[in-house]
């Protein structure tokens, strides 16, 4: 399912999935424009979450340039005056991208430091992760001995992504193309944690997109953000407990805490909801990066 775009661009509209809205962009390029929009259990809200959008392109555009050395990216600019001239438009301005088009992979690339939901879940049930035999007498958000791969399905828009093993990816994607995958996924995860460390976040675990443009593999569409890690503050990490984390926890608390089937349509949120929601978004950019948001875009911060 495609949803209506948030913002009306002059360009061919290719895709809007529960938060990003794609275009064609011409010479073999994408622009992505990243909308407020906020889903919990899969399921789109009603209202928007002020800044969420800003936050997740300033913070993927901001991983793609501090992680380039370990691998590239499909990101060409987040600056206007590089767009096509219709896209040239201030409402977009910081949370839209220049990207040059990829073959995706059809699995996502997740890795866990830190043992929680889903995984929490399984090892609770038989002690492993993916099929990965764990260590007996671990605590919920204990820090994993390493990094784990944990690759899971790519589900329709909608549906739930499904964890597989590392030999159901490599029957996907074949051995040597897993192998690499696997490699680089916890490159960039154990770059961008020691990165959040020293800023007193951990990033208890994250997924990456990967695919080829001209035979190289990139890491594409978002990357370490709040929607697609977990960010705990290193203050209240304590292993047998949920940390609070830089997202829309609000929101899910909140919504956990009704009779909603978890089904469309979704409740109303309420105001302040919604605005914890965005405070939390917006602290964790700015404890990550050393950057204020209102800062965001600069000529600094562009590419």
């Known amino acids: 399912m495609t949803r209506p775009p948030a913002y009306e661009l002059d360009l061919p509209h290719v895709y809007s999935g529960k938060v990003r809205d794609i275009y064609d962009a011409g010479n073999g390029n994408y ?3 990243t909308s407020d929009r906020i889903s919990a259990f899969d399921v789109v809200m009603k209202q928007t979450v002020p800044n969420k959008g800003r936050v997740l392109m300033a913070m993927s555009s901001f991983w793609f340039n501090h992680l380039s050395r370990t691998m590239p990216s499909h990101l060409i600019s987040t600056d206007l005056e590089d767009f096509p001239e219709p896209a040239q438009l201030p409402e977009i301005s910081g949370r839209s991208m220049l990207v040059r088009k990829a073959e995706m992979l059809p699995i996502e690339c997740i890795v866990r430091g830190y043992i929680t939901g889903s995984a929490w879940k399984q090892y609770l049930s038989d002690g492993t992760m993916n099929g990965i035999q764990l260590p007996e007498g671990l605590q919920e958000s204990d820090q994993l001995p390493e990094p784990v791969f944990t690759p899971s399905t790519k589900a329709e828009d909608g549906l739930h992504d499904e964890n597989i093993s590392y030999q159901q990816a490599v029957e996907i994607i074949g051995a040597e193309l897993a192998e ?4 680089k996924s916890i490159e960039l995860y154990k770059a961008g944690a020691s990165h959040a460390l020293e800023r007193g976040i951990i990033i208890a675990d994250t997924k990456f997109e990967m695919g080829f443009i001209d035979g190289e593999l990139v890491v594409a569409d978002e990357m370490l953000t709040p929607d697609s890690s977990r960010f705990w503050p290193q203050a209240d990490w304590k292993p047998g407990t949920t940390p609070p984390s ?3 926890q609000p929101v899910r608390d909140y919504l956990e805490g009704l009779t909603w089937d978890k089904a469309p349509p979704p409740p109303e949120l309420p105001s302040d909801v919604i605005e914890a929601s965005s405070k939390r978004y917006q602290e964790g950019y700015e404890r990550i990066t050393g950057q204020l948001l209102t ?8 590419v």
């Open 246 to 248: 830089f997202d829309k």
């Open 31 to 33: 622009l992505m424009v």
């Open 295 to 302: 800062e965001w875009p600069s000529l600094e911060g562009s």
């Open 180 to 183: 690499e995958v696997q490699q």
